[in-house]
Protein backbone atom coordinates (compact mmCIF):
# COMPACT_ATOMS: atom_id res chain seq x y z
CA UNK A 1 0.00 0.00 0.00
CA UNK A 2 2.14 2.98 -1.47
CA UNK A 3 0.67 6.49 -1.14
CA UNK A 4 0.60 8.02 -4.70
CA UNK A 5 0.18 11.47 -3.31
CA UNK A 6 -1.17 13.57 -0.68
CA UNK A 7 -2.81 17.00 -0.04
CA UNK A 8 -3.85 19.00 2.50
CA UNK A 9 -7.65 19.99 2.57
CA UNK A 10 -9.78 21.62 5.07
CA UNK A 11 -7.09 21.29 7.81
CA UNK A 12 -7.49 17.10 7.07
CA UNK A 13 -5.58 15.06 4.38
CA UNK A 14 -6.92 14.23 0.91
CA UNK A 15 -4.54 10.90 -0.17
CA UNK A 16 -4.37 8.77 -2.96
CA UNK A 17 -3.37 5.17 -2.71
CA UNK A 18 -2.00 1.97 -5.00
CA UNK A 19 -1.63 -1.33 -3.76
CA UNK A 20 -1.72 -4.83 -5.29
CA UNK A 21 -5.25 -6.31 -5.03
CA UNK A 22 -5.49 -10.38 -4.59
CA UNK A 23 -8.95 -10.19 -5.49
CA UNK A 24 -8.48 -8.74 -8.60
CA UNK A 25 -5.21 -9.67 -9.49
CA UNK A 26 -3.25 -6.28 -10.45
CA UNK A 27 -2.76 -3.06 -9.40
CA UNK A 28 -5.69 -0.94 -7.76
CA UNK A 29 -5.99 2.90 -6.49
CA UNK A 30 -8.33 4.49 -4.07
CA UNK A 31 -8.73 7.64 -2.28
CA UNK A 32 -8.70 8.44 0.94
CA UNK A 33 -10.00 11.45 2.95
CA UNK A 34 -8.82 12.13 6.40
CA UNK A 35 -10.61 14.76 8.31
CA UNK A 36 -8.39 16.55 11.28
CA UNK A 37 -10.55 14.95 14.03
CA UNK A 38 -8.94 11.20 12.80
CA UNK A 39 -5.50 13.05 12.24
CA UNK A 40 -5.49 13.90 15.81
CA UNK A 41 -6.10 10.15 16.93
CA UNK A 42 -9.93 9.84 17.17
CA UNK A 43 -11.97 7.42 15.77
CA UNK A 44 -14.24 8.88 13.44
CA UNK A 45 -17.08 7.47 11.24
CA UNK A 46 -16.38 6.31 7.58
CA UNK A 47 -18.24 6.23 4.43
CA UNK A 48 -17.20 4.51 1.43
CA UNK A 49 -18.03 6.49 -1.78
CA UNK A 50 -18.34 4.80 -5.17
CA UNK A 51 -18.16 6.13 -8.12
CA UNK A 52 -20.34 6.22 -11.43
CA UNK A 53 -19.20 5.66 -15.27
CA UNK A 54 -15.98 6.33 -16.60
CA UNK A 55 -14.68 8.48 -13.22
CA UNK A 56 -12.18 7.03 -10.78
CA UNK A 57 -11.27 6.94 -7.27
CA UNK A 58 -10.40 11.17 -8.30
CA UNK A 59 -13.56 11.80 -8.78
CA UNK A 60 -15.50 12.56 -5.48
CA UNK A 61 -12.30 14.53 -4.18
CA UNK A 62 -11.91 16.78 -7.22
CA UNK A 63 -15.44 17.51 -8.32
CA UNK A 64 -18.28 16.70 -5.18
CA UNK A 65 -16.89 19.60 -2.44
CA UNK A 66 -17.09 16.65 -0.03
CA UNK A 67 -14.47 17.50 2.18
CA UNK A 68 -15.29 20.80 3.54
CA UNK A 69 -18.61 18.56 5.19
CA UNK A 70 -16.36 15.71 6.05
CA UNK A 71 -13.71 17.61 7.51
CA UNK A 72 -16.32 19.56 10.01
CA UNK A 73 -18.14 15.96 11.20
CA UNK A 74 -15.29 14.19 11.62
CA UNK A 75 -16.29 11.70 8.61
CA UNK A 76 -13.44 9.66 7.08
CA UNK A 77 -14.29 9.08 3.10
CA UNK A 78 -12.97 6.26 0.94
CA UNK A 79 -12.89 6.00 -2.53
CA UNK A 80 -12.01 3.18 -4.97
CA UNK A 81 -11.45 3.23 -8.74
CA UNK A 82 -14.48 2.00 -10.74
CA UNK A 83 -12.93 -1.40 -12.22
CA UNK A 84 -9.72 -2.78 -12.77
CA UNK A 85 -7.20 -1.04 -15.09
CA UNK A 86 -4.62 -3.07 -17.37
CA UNK A 87 -5.99 -6.27 -17.28
CA UNK A 88 -5.19 -6.49 -20.97
CA UNK A 89 -8.64 -7.68 -21.88
CA UNK A 90 -8.98 -6.81 -25.80
CA UNK A 91 -11.29 -4.05 -26.01
CA UNK A 92 -11.45 -3.43 -22.79
CA UNK A 93 -11.29 0.11 -23.21
CA UNK A 94 -13.31 0.73 -26.41
CA UNK A 95 -16.81 1.32 -24.49
CA UNK A 96 -17.29 3.90 -21.97
CA UNK A 97 -20.24 1.93 -20.36
CA UNK A 98 -18.21 -1.23 -20.22
CA UNK A 99 -14.95 -2.62 -19.13
CA UNK A 100 -12.46 0.04 -17.93
CA UNK A 101 -14.31 2.45 -15.71
CA UNK A 102 -17.34 0.40 -15.82
CA UNK A 103 -17.03 -2.24 -13.25
CA UNK A 104 -20.51 -1.98 -11.95
CA UNK A 105 -18.95 -4.05 -8.89
CA UNK A 106 -19.84 -7.23 -9.77
CA UNK A 107 -17.75 -10.78 -9.17
CA UNK A 108 -17.75 -11.58 -13.21
CA UNK A 109 -18.56 -15.10 -14.08
CA UNK A 110 -17.77 -15.16 -17.55
CA UNK A 111 -14.72 -15.06 -19.20
CA UNK A 112 -12.63 -12.90 -20.16
CA UNK A 113 -13.57 -11.05 -17.10
CA UNK A 114 -13.50 -13.18 -14.55
CA UNK A 115 -10.34 -13.21 -13.69
CA UNK A 116 -10.24 -9.69 -12.84
CA UNK A 117 -13.37 -8.03 -12.67
CA UNK A 118 -14.07 -8.73 -9.16
CA UNK A 119 -15.19 -4.90 -7.44
CA UNK A 120 -17.94 -6.73 -5.41
CA UNK A 121 -15.25 -8.88 -3.89
CA UNK A 122 -12.52 -6.07 -3.91
CA UNK A 123 -14.32 -3.47 -1.90
CA UNK A 124 -15.78 -5.80 0.46
CA UNK A 125 -13.45 -8.65 1.44
CA UNK A 126 -10.06 -6.87 0.64
CA UNK A 127 -10.49 -2.92 0.64
CA UNK A 128 -12.86 -2.52 3.71
CA UNK A 129 -10.72 -4.85 5.48
CA UNK A 130 -7.58 -3.02 4.62
CA UNK A 131 -9.29 0.56 5.76
CA UNK A 132 -10.46 -1.41 8.99
CA UNK A 133 -6.94 -2.24 9.73
CA UNK A 134 -4.72 0.89 8.16
CA UNK A 135 -7.37 3.51 9.98
CA UNK A 136 -8.46 1.87 12.83
CA UNK A 137 -12.53 1.92 11.42
CA UNK A 138 -14.96 1.36 13.75
CA UNK A 139 -16.78 -1.55 11.62
CA UNK A 140 -20.18 -0.05 13.38
CA UNK A 141 -20.02 3.28 12.19
CA UNK A 142 -19.19 2.32 8.57
CA UNK A 143 -21.88 4.01 5.47
CA UNK A 144 -22.01 3.53 2.15
CA UNK A 145 -23.15 5.85 -0.50
CA UNK A 146 -22.39 6.42 -4.40
CA UNK A 147 -23.74 8.20 -7.58
CA UNK A 148 -25.54 6.53 -10.74
CA UNK A 149 -23.26 3.22 -11.50
CA UNK A 150 -22.18 3.96 -7.83
CA UNK A 151 -25.55 4.31 -6.63
CA UNK A 152 -26.26 0.93 -7.96
CA UNK A 153 -23.16 -0.38 -6.18
CA UNK A 154 -23.89 1.36 -2.87
CA UNK A 155 -27.20 -0.39 -2.74
CA UNK A 156 -26.25 -3.64 -3.57
CA UNK A 157 -23.27 -3.70 -1.14
CA UNK A 158 -25.45 -2.36 1.19
CA UNK A 159 -28.00 -4.80 1.23
CA UNK A 160 -26.13 -7.90 0.75
CA UNK A 161 -23.53 -6.70 3.36
CA UNK A 162 -25.48 -5.57 5.96
CA UNK A 163 -22.85 -6.44 8.73
CA UNK A 164 -20.54 -4.20 6.80
CA UNK A 165 -22.74 -0.98 6.56
CA UNK A 166 -24.64 1.10 9.25
CA UNK A 167 -26.49 3.38 6.27
CA UNK A 168 -26.25 3.83 2.87
CA UNK A 169 -27.46 6.44 0.45
CA UNK A 170 -27.43 7.61 -3.17
CA UNK A 171 -27.35 10.11 -5.96
CA UNK A 172 -29.18 9.20 -8.78
CA UNK A 173 -28.34 5.33 -8.89
CA UNK A 174 -28.94 2.98 -11.61
CA UNK A 175 -31.71 1.71 -9.45
CA UNK A 176 -32.72 -1.46 -10.98
CA UNK A 177 -30.75 -2.26 -13.22
CA UNK A 178 -31.63 -5.70 -14.65
CA UNK A 179 -34.49 -3.49 -16.86
CA UNK A 180 -32.08 -0.93 -18.21
CA UNK A 181 -29.93 -1.04 -20.96
CA UNK A 182 -26.77 -0.13 -19.53
CA UNK A 183 -27.32 -3.40 -16.76
CA UNK A 184 -28.38 -5.66 -19.73
CA UNK A 185 -25.20 -4.87 -21.05
CA UNK A 186 -22.85 -5.48 -18.54
CA UNK A 187 -24.65 -8.37 -16.97
CA UNK A 188 -24.83 -10.54 -20.08
CA UNK A 189 -21.13 -9.64 -20.43
CA UNK A 190 -19.74 -9.99 -16.71
CA UNK A 191 -22.47 -12.50 -15.41
CA UNK A 192 -23.66 -14.68 -18.37
CA UNK A 193 -27.21 -15.07 -20.18
CA UNK A 194 -29.10 -16.52 -17.19
CA UNK A 195 -31.14 -13.33 -15.96
CA UNK A 196 -31.85 -15.54 -12.67
CA UNK A 197 -28.11 -14.67 -11.60
CA UNK A 198 -28.70 -11.31 -12.09
CA UNK A 199 -30.72 -10.48 -9.12
CA UNK A 200 -28.23 -10.56 -6.38
CA UNK A 201 -26.68 -7.42 -8.29
CA UNK A 202 -30.37 -5.61 -8.34
CA UNK A 203 -30.89 -3.25 -5.67
CA UNK A 204 -34.31 -3.19 -6.27
CA UNK A 205 -34.78 -6.96 -6.76
CA UNK A 206 -32.80 -7.66 -3.50
CA UNK A 207 -35.04 -5.14 -1.39
CA UNK A 208 -38.17 -7.01 -2.67
CA UNK A 209 -36.56 -10.32 -1.04
CA UNK A 210 -35.84 -8.65 2.66
CA UNK A 211 -38.83 -9.81 4.85
CA UNK A 212 -37.72 -7.01 6.82
CA UNK A 213 -36.73 -2.81 6.37
CA UNK A 214 -32.67 -3.80 6.43
CA UNK A 215 -31.93 -0.24 7.02
CA UNK A 216 -34.87 0.94 9.58
CA UNK A 217 -33.34 3.91 10.00
CA UNK A 218 -34.03 5.31 6.39
CA UNK A 219 -32.30 5.63 3.13
CA UNK A 220 -31.92 8.47 1.04
CA UNK A 221 -31.63 8.83 -2.42
CA UNK A 222 -31.55 12.26 -4.99
CA UNK A 223 -32.89 12.72 -8.39
CA UNK A 224 -32.53 14.98 -10.69
CA UNK A 225 -35.73 15.66 -13.18
CA UNK A 226 -33.57 17.39 -16.10
CA UNK A 227 -31.13 13.72 -15.67
CA UNK A 228 -31.08 12.94 -19.45
CA UNK A 229 -30.44 8.90 -17.95
CA UNK A 230 -33.44 9.18 -16.03
CA UNK A 231 -36.25 7.78 -18.04
CA UNK A 232 -34.20 4.96 -19.72
CA UNK A 233 -31.65 3.96 -17.35
CA UNK A 234 -31.90 4.54 -13.65
CA UNK A 235 -35.80 3.26 -12.56
CA UNK A 236 -35.91 4.59 -8.94
CA UNK A 237 -39.44 4.60 -8.93
CA UNK A 238 -39.12 0.56 -9.04
CA UNK A 239 -36.87 0.70 -5.71
CA UNK A 240 -39.10 3.05 -4.36
CA UNK A 241 -42.22 0.48 -4.80
CA UNK A 242 -39.79 -2.14 -3.74
CA UNK A 243 -39.08 -0.27 -0.48
CA UNK A 244 -42.67 0.23 0.02
CA UNK A 245 -43.42 -3.38 -0.36
CA UNK A 246 -40.93 -4.20 2.34
CA UNK A 247 -41.81 -1.19 4.84
CA UNK A 248 -38.09 0.09 4.39
CA UNK A 249 -38.06 4.18 4.88
CA UNK A 250 -36.98 5.78 1.82
CA UNK A 251 -36.43 9.36 1.23
CA UNK A 252 -36.47 9.95 -2.13
CA UNK A 253 -36.17 13.83 -3.30
CA UNK A 254 -36.80 14.32 -7.01
CA UNK A 255 -35.27 17.82 -8.11
CA UNK A 256 -36.68 20.13 -10.92
CA UNK A 257 -33.54 21.27 -13.20
CA UNK A 258 -30.90 19.34 -11.58
CA UNK A 259 -29.08 17.05 -14.04
CA UNK A 260 -26.89 13.72 -13.99
CA UNK A 261 -23.21 15.78 -13.11
CA UNK A 262 -21.48 16.58 -10.58
CA UNK A 263 -23.02 20.46 -10.73
CA UNK A 264 -25.85 17.87 -8.72
CA UNK A 265 -23.78 15.75 -6.70
CA UNK A 266 -22.00 18.74 -5.58
CA UNK A 267 -25.20 20.50 -4.93
CA UNK A 268 -26.45 17.59 -2.61
CA UNK A 269 -23.37 16.04 -0.76
CA UNK A 270 -23.84 17.85 2.13
CA UNK A 271 -27.12 16.49 2.69
CA UNK A 272 -25.95 12.70 2.18
CA UNK A 273 -22.86 12.87 4.44
CA UNK A 274 -25.28 14.47 7.42
CA UNK A 275 -27.32 11.36 6.38
CA UNK A 276 -24.70 9.09 7.20
CA UNK A 277 -23.66 10.96 10.19
CA UNK A 278 -26.65 11.40 11.97
CA UNK A 279 -27.29 7.18 11.37
CA UNK A 280 -23.38 6.43 12.06
CA UNK A 281 -23.10 8.64 15.51
CA UNK A 282 -22.51 7.03 18.43
CA UNK A 283 -20.96 8.00 21.62
CA UNK A 284 -16.74 7.46 21.20
CA UNK B 1 -22.80 34.59 -27.57
CA UNK B 2 -23.53 31.40 -27.42
CA UNK B 3 -24.31 28.68 -24.09
CA UNK B 4 -22.59 25.52 -24.69
CA UNK B 5 -23.89 24.03 -21.70
CA UNK B 6 -26.00 24.85 -18.34
CA UNK B 7 -26.26 23.15 -14.86
CA UNK B 8 -28.44 23.52 -12.02
CA UNK B 9 -26.40 23.85 -8.77
CA UNK B 10 -27.31 24.75 -5.80
CA UNK B 11 -29.93 26.26 -6.88
CA UNK B 12 -28.20 28.87 -9.33
CA UNK B 13 -27.24 27.98 -12.60
CA UNK B 14 -23.62 27.21 -14.18
CA UNK B 15 -23.31 28.22 -17.21
CA UNK B 16 -20.55 28.18 -19.89
CA UNK B 17 -20.69 29.95 -22.90
CA UNK B 18 -18.55 30.75 -26.42
CA UNK B 19 -18.55 33.75 -28.20
CA UNK B 20 -16.42 35.40 -31.17
CA UNK B 21 -13.75 37.67 -29.41
CA UNK B 22 -12.26 40.79 -31.27
CA UNK B 23 -9.85 41.52 -29.16
CA UNK B 24 -8.21 37.99 -29.40
CA UNK B 25 -10.07 37.36 -32.67
CA UNK B 26 -10.75 34.03 -32.36
CA UNK B 27 -14.10 32.18 -30.70
CA UNK B 28 -12.92 32.22 -26.69
CA UNK B 29 -15.00 30.46 -23.94
CA UNK B 30 -16.06 31.56 -20.11
CA UNK B 31 -17.98 30.35 -17.48
CA UNK B 32 -20.80 32.42 -15.67
CA UNK B 33 -22.40 31.09 -12.41
CA UNK B 34 -26.01 32.64 -11.58
CA UNK B 35 -27.11 32.30 -7.65
CA UNK B 36 -30.34 32.12 -7.06
CA UNK B 37 -30.90 34.95 -6.52
CA UNK B 38 -29.30 36.68 -9.99
CA UNK B 39 -32.23 34.28 -11.40
CA UNK B 40 -34.94 35.82 -9.55
CA UNK B 41 -33.52 39.05 -11.16
CA UNK B 42 -31.58 40.69 -7.92
CA UNK B 43 -28.69 42.73 -9.26
CA UNK B 44 -25.91 40.78 -7.72
CA UNK B 45 -22.36 41.78 -7.16
CA UNK B 46 -19.88 39.87 -9.34
CA UNK B 47 -16.23 38.48 -9.09
CA UNK B 48 -14.19 37.75 -11.59
CA UNK B 49 -11.73 34.54 -11.08
CA UNK B 50 -8.59 34.32 -13.54
CA UNK B 51 -7.56 30.46 -13.43
CA UNK B 52 -3.60 29.32 -13.27
CA UNK B 53 -1.50 27.87 -15.97
CA UNK B 54 -2.90 24.82 -17.71
CA UNK B 55 -6.73 25.90 -16.84
CA UNK B 56 -9.41 26.97 -18.65
CA UNK B 57 -12.76 28.67 -17.86
CA UNK B 58 -14.38 24.95 -16.32
CA UNK B 59 -11.37 24.84 -13.85
CA UNK B 60 -12.99 27.20 -11.11
CA UNK B 61 -16.32 25.57 -11.45
CA UNK B 62 -15.67 22.07 -11.20
CA UNK B 63 -12.65 22.21 -8.73
CA UNK B 64 -13.44 24.85 -6.48
CA UNK B 65 -16.41 24.26 -4.35
CA UNK B 66 -17.41 27.96 -4.95
CA UNK B 67 -20.82 27.97 -6.16
CA UNK B 68 -22.35 26.87 -2.82
CA UNK B 69 -21.14 30.11 -1.62
CA UNK B 70 -21.88 31.92 -4.08
CA UNK B 71 -25.32 31.10 -3.98
CA UNK B 72 -25.68 31.39 -0.70
CA UNK B 73 -24.03 35.35 -0.69
CA UNK B 74 -25.81 36.20 -3.95
CA UNK B 75 -22.60 36.12 -6.11
CA UNK B 76 -22.23 36.14 -9.72
CA UNK B 77 -18.84 34.06 -10.65
CA UNK B 78 -17.36 34.79 -13.86
CA UNK B 79 -14.29 32.60 -15.36
CA UNK B 80 -12.57 33.10 -18.50
CA UNK B 81 -10.32 30.98 -20.49
CA UNK B 82 -6.68 31.22 -19.77
CA UNK B 83 -5.32 31.88 -23.24
CA UNK B 84 -6.70 32.10 -26.42
CA UNK B 85 -7.01 28.56 -28.22
CA UNK B 86 -6.31 27.65 -32.02
CA UNK B 87 -4.69 30.95 -33.06
CA UNK B 88 -2.47 28.71 -35.11
CA UNK B 89 1.24 29.20 -33.59
CA UNK B 90 3.63 26.95 -34.21
CA UNK B 91 4.38 25.46 -30.68
CA UNK B 92 1.69 27.54 -29.32
CA UNK B 93 0.78 24.15 -27.29
CA UNK B 94 4.86 22.57 -26.62
CA UNK B 95 5.01 24.07 -23.10
CA UNK B 96 2.95 23.59 -20.45
CA UNK B 97 3.73 27.25 -18.90
CA UNK B 98 3.90 29.18 -21.85
CA UNK B 99 1.45 29.66 -24.49
CA UNK B 100 -2.08 27.66 -24.74
CA UNK B 101 -3.57 27.97 -21.18
CA UNK B 102 -0.75 30.42 -20.78
CA UNK B 103 -1.64 33.84 -21.36
CA UNK B 104 -0.18 35.22 -18.66
CA UNK B 105 -3.04 38.26 -18.81
CA UNK B 106 -1.23 40.31 -20.94
CA UNK B 107 -1.31 42.09 -24.29
CA UNK B 108 1.56 40.45 -26.29
CA UNK B 109 3.46 42.96 -28.42
CA UNK B 110 6.03 40.53 -30.24
CA UNK B 111 5.23 38.31 -32.91
CA UNK B 112 4.05 35.76 -33.20
CA UNK B 113 2.02 36.42 -30.30
CA UNK B 114 0.83 39.80 -30.63
CA UNK B 115 -2.50 39.56 -32.63
CA UNK B 116 -3.94 36.92 -30.62
CA UNK B 117 -2.44 37.00 -27.46
CA UNK B 118 -4.33 39.92 -26.29
CA UNK B 119 -5.93 38.26 -22.27
CA UNK B 120 -5.33 41.95 -20.77
CA UNK B 121 -7.84 43.88 -23.42
CA UNK B 122 -10.06 41.29 -23.88
CA UNK B 123 -11.12 40.85 -20.15
CA UNK B 124 -10.96 44.47 -18.97
CA UNK B 125 -12.41 45.84 -22.60
CA UNK B 126 -14.35 43.02 -23.91
CA UNK B 127 -15.42 40.40 -21.57
CA UNK B 128 -15.85 42.96 -18.79
CA UNK B 129 -18.53 45.41 -20.48
CA UNK B 130 -20.63 42.39 -22.23
CA UNK B 131 -21.03 41.09 -18.52
CA UNK B 132 -22.63 44.73 -17.50
CA UNK B 133 -24.64 44.29 -20.91
CA UNK B 134 -25.62 40.67 -21.11
CA UNK B 135 -25.96 39.88 -17.13
CA UNK B 136 -26.80 43.52 -15.55
CA UNK B 137 -23.45 44.01 -13.36
CA UNK B 138 -22.98 46.73 -11.22
CA UNK B 139 -20.13 48.09 -12.25
CA UNK B 140 -19.48 49.46 -8.36
CA UNK B 141 -19.86 45.92 -7.12
CA UNK B 142 -17.12 43.85 -9.10
CA UNK B 143 -14.46 41.91 -7.59
CA UNK B 144 -11.78 40.02 -9.15
CA UNK B 145 -9.32 37.21 -7.91
CA UNK B 146 -6.97 34.55 -9.35
CA UNK B 147 -5.08 31.65 -8.38
CA UNK B 148 -1.20 31.29 -9.55
CA UNK B 149 -0.93 33.03 -13.06
CA UNK B 150 -4.71 33.81 -11.85
CA UNK B 151 -3.21 35.36 -8.91
CA UNK B 152 -0.95 37.34 -10.89
CA UNK B 153 -3.74 38.47 -13.35
CA UNK B 154 -6.31 39.59 -10.85
CA UNK B 155 -3.60 41.78 -8.67
CA UNK B 156 -2.61 43.60 -12.14
CA UNK B 157 -6.04 43.95 -13.76
CA UNK B 158 -6.51 45.12 -10.56
CA UNK B 159 -4.30 47.58 -9.99
CA UNK B 160 -4.46 49.00 -13.73
CA UNK B 161 -8.61 49.49 -13.43
CA UNK B 162 -9.06 50.68 -10.64
CA UNK B 163 -12.11 51.99 -12.60
CA UNK B 164 -13.53 48.39 -13.18
CA UNK B 165 -12.74 46.60 -9.80
CA UNK B 166 -13.56 47.26 -6.37
CA UNK B 167 -11.88 44.46 -4.59
CA UNK B 168 -9.11 41.72 -4.86
CA UNK B 169 -7.65 38.93 -3.39
CA UNK B 170 -5.58 35.83 -4.75
CA UNK B 171 -4.46 32.64 -4.34
CA UNK B 172 -0.88 31.55 -4.68
CA UNK B 173 -0.44 34.27 -6.96
CA UNK B 174 2.72 34.83 -9.27
CA UNK B 175 3.25 37.95 -7.50
CA UNK B 176 6.49 39.49 -8.61
CA UNK B 177 6.63 37.81 -12.44
CA UNK B 178 9.68 39.87 -13.06
CA UNK B 179 11.48 38.08 -10.69
CA UNK B 180 10.97 34.68 -11.20
CA UNK B 181 11.30 31.98 -13.95
CA UNK B 182 7.94 31.45 -15.47
CA UNK B 183 7.41 35.26 -15.64
CA UNK B 184 10.71 36.12 -17.60
CA UNK B 185 10.17 33.20 -20.04
CA UNK B 186 6.58 34.64 -20.75
CA UNK B 187 7.07 38.33 -20.67
CA UNK B 188 10.34 37.86 -22.78
CA UNK B 189 8.09 36.09 -25.83
CA UNK B 190 5.18 38.17 -25.34
CA UNK B 191 6.43 41.60 -24.65
CA UNK B 192 10.44 41.16 -25.65
CA UNK B 193 13.95 42.01 -23.84
CA UNK B 194 13.53 45.35 -22.56
CA UNK B 195 12.65 44.57 -19.14
CA UNK B 196 10.91 48.44 -18.43
CA UNK B 197 8.70 47.12 -20.70
CA UNK B 198 6.98 44.15 -18.04
CA UNK B 199 6.49 46.56 -15.12
CA UNK B 200 2.83 47.38 -15.75
CA UNK B 201 2.39 43.27 -15.53
CA UNK B 202 4.37 43.44 -12.40
CA UNK B 203 1.63 43.46 -9.33
CA UNK B 204 4.64 44.41 -7.26
CA UNK B 205 5.83 46.89 -9.32
CA UNK B 206 2.71 48.28 -10.02
CA UNK B 207 1.72 48.48 -5.86
CA UNK B 208 5.59 50.28 -5.58
CA UNK B 209 3.42 52.98 -8.24
CA UNK B 210 1.00 53.77 -5.98
CA UNK B 211 0.84 57.67 -4.24
CA UNK B 212 -1.67 56.09 -2.07
CA UNK B 213 -3.29 52.83 -1.29
CA UNK B 214 -5.53 51.81 -4.05
CA UNK B 215 -7.45 49.30 -1.80
CA UNK B 216 -7.64 50.73 1.46
CA UNK B 217 -10.36 48.19 2.39
CA UNK B 218 -7.57 45.35 2.06
CA UNK B 219 -6.22 42.69 -0.26
CA UNK B 220 -6.47 39.22 0.59
CA UNK B 221 -3.99 36.42 -0.50
CA UNK B 222 -3.27 33.09 0.90
CA UNK B 223 -0.17 30.90 0.36
CA UNK B 224 0.50 27.17 1.24
CA UNK B 225 3.91 26.82 2.72
CA UNK B 226 4.20 23.16 1.14
CA UNK B 227 3.98 24.89 -2.21
CA UNK B 228 6.24 23.41 -4.45
CA UNK B 229 6.67 26.46 -6.83
CA UNK B 230 6.46 29.13 -3.67
CA UNK B 231 10.12 29.50 -3.52
CA UNK B 232 11.25 29.83 -7.29
CA UNK B 233 8.16 31.65 -8.84
CA UNK B 234 5.67 33.07 -6.29
CA UNK B 235 7.29 36.07 -3.63
CA UNK B 236 4.56 37.15 -1.86
CA UNK B 237 7.08 38.49 0.27
CA UNK B 238 8.00 41.08 -2.64
CA UNK B 239 4.61 42.22 -2.68
CA UNK B 240 4.04 42.23 0.78
CA UNK B 241 6.64 44.84 0.73
CA UNK B 242 5.41 46.70 -1.64
CA UNK B 243 1.79 47.55 0.02
CA UNK B 244 4.11 48.08 3.10
CA UNK B 245 5.73 50.86 1.51
CA UNK B 246 2.41 51.95 0.19
CA UNK B 247 0.65 51.77 3.02
CA UNK B 248 -1.91 49.15 1.43
CA UNK B 249 -3.32 46.84 3.96
CA UNK B 250 -3.10 43.34 3.05
CA UNK B 251 -3.84 40.51 4.81
CA UNK B 252 -1.29 37.87 3.70
CA UNK B 253 -2.03 34.17 5.23
CA UNK B 254 0.81 31.41 5.03
CA UNK B 255 -0.24 27.96 5.89
CA UNK B 256 1.18 25.27 7.10
CA UNK B 257 0.96 21.74 5.08
CA UNK B 258 -1.69 23.59 2.14
CA UNK B 259 0.53 23.27 -1.80
CA UNK B 260 -0.66 24.50 -4.62
CA UNK B 261 -3.43 22.98 -6.46
CA UNK B 262 -7.23 23.06 -5.80
CA UNK B 263 -7.00 20.78 -2.88
CA UNK B 264 -5.49 24.37 -1.26
CA UNK B 265 -8.26 26.46 -3.28
CA UNK B 266 -11.09 24.58 -2.54
CA UNK B 267 -10.01 25.20 1.34
CA UNK B 268 -10.02 28.58 1.59
CA UNK B 269 -12.26 29.55 -1.38
CA UNK B 270 -15.13 30.66 1.17
CA UNK B 271 -13.07 33.14 2.92
CA UNK B 272 -11.79 35.03 -0.63
CA UNK B 273 -15.96 35.03 -1.66
CA UNK B 274 -16.73 36.41 2.06
CA UNK B 275 -13.96 38.79 1.33
CA UNK B 276 -15.04 39.99 -1.69
CA UNK B 277 -18.93 39.83 -0.30
CA UNK B 278 -18.05 42.24 2.49
CA UNK B 279 -16.31 44.98 0.63
CA UNK B 280 -19.04 44.59 -2.49
CA UNK B 281 -22.01 44.75 -0.37
CA UNK B 282 -24.03 47.96 -0.74
CA UNK B 283 -27.65 48.60 -0.31
CA UNK B 284 -29.87 47.61 -3.18
Known sequence: ????????????????????????????????????QARQGQ?????????GLTCSEETLAIKAGAQRVAAREGIIL???DTSPRGAGIPGESDEWDFGVGA?????ATREPWRSHYRMFSY??????????????LDRNRVGIMGHSMGGHGALVLALRRQDLFRSVSALAPIAAP?????????????????VENWAEYDATELMKRCDHAPYPAGILIDQGLDDKFLAAQLNPHMFEAACAQVGQPLTLRRHRDYNHGYYFVSSFIEDHLMHHAGQLQRCP
Open 78 to 80: ISP
Open 123 to 136: ITCELYPLMVERFG
Open 103 to 107: GFYVD
Open 43 to 51: VCPAVFYLA
Open 1 to 36: MEIVSQHACFGGLQQFYRHHSNEIGLPMKFSVFLPP
Open 178 to 194: IYCPWGETAFTRYLGDR
